[in-house]
């Protein structure tokens, strides 16, 4: 079990390594938090006008926080791994949404599974515990941080949706490939200094980011997206 549970940890540490990196060799850190948001704004816009996920409008109206990630990929045989990096919004009112700050989610799992997959997935966080789970301790879903999670994909049968009275709900939607098996229990989010940094300015946090101190012309076409407008 200690093996186990070694390996399995070791496996999500070189996962986030691997995604995170591959994207800081292919692009500056600045270029790549503009791409991102870009690039969350169209994943935004297609999951809420998306046919199959309309339990991801209901739940959106009473969101507390949001995660959007443009492309996760997946892939995996008996052992695999998932990442992708991606932005994280508070509501500040009934109308408008802070600015984003940019964050990574990794996650390795051992069993029956088989693929490979790019994933576009966004993160309702229902409350503000959840919220300040996934911020300051930066652990598992599930396990470390308390917070549960239940998901709800294009292409899934109704039985496989879990968990709807969770403290955060995970929407998906695949690009491209095929995969077999999926669960975010156990993944981990964590927090992206370079991008926040390169993007706003040195000493940038989530917590500043999050509470107004910034104010970037860039994302206001994000916001206005996710606000309805």
Known sequence: MGIFYFFKRLLLCCTLVFFSGCASLSNNSENQAKTLIKDSSKVFAQFYKHRDLKEFRRYLNSAH????????????????????????????????????TFVTLGAASVGFQAGVQETAIVLIIKTEPALRAVLDHQGKLGADTGATIGIWGVGMEASTTTNFD??????????????????????????????????????????????????????RRLKEAISGR
């Open 166 to 219: 969770a403290d955060i709900l995970a929407f998906s939607n695949p690009n491209i490939g095929a995969y077999f098996g999926i669960s975010l229990e156990g993944a981990v989010i964590v927090r992206r200094k370079d991008l926040n940094e390169s993007f706003y300015g040195k000493g940038a946090t989530p917590k500043k980011i999050l509470s107004g101190y910034y104010e970037k012309t860039e994302v």
């Open 65 to 100: 926080a949001i995660i959007i990630l443009p492309k996760v990929i997946k892939a995996s045989f008996i052992y695999g791994g998932e990442g992708g990096s991606g932005l994280l919004l508070k509501r500040i009112n009934v109308k408008d949404w802070s600015h984003p």
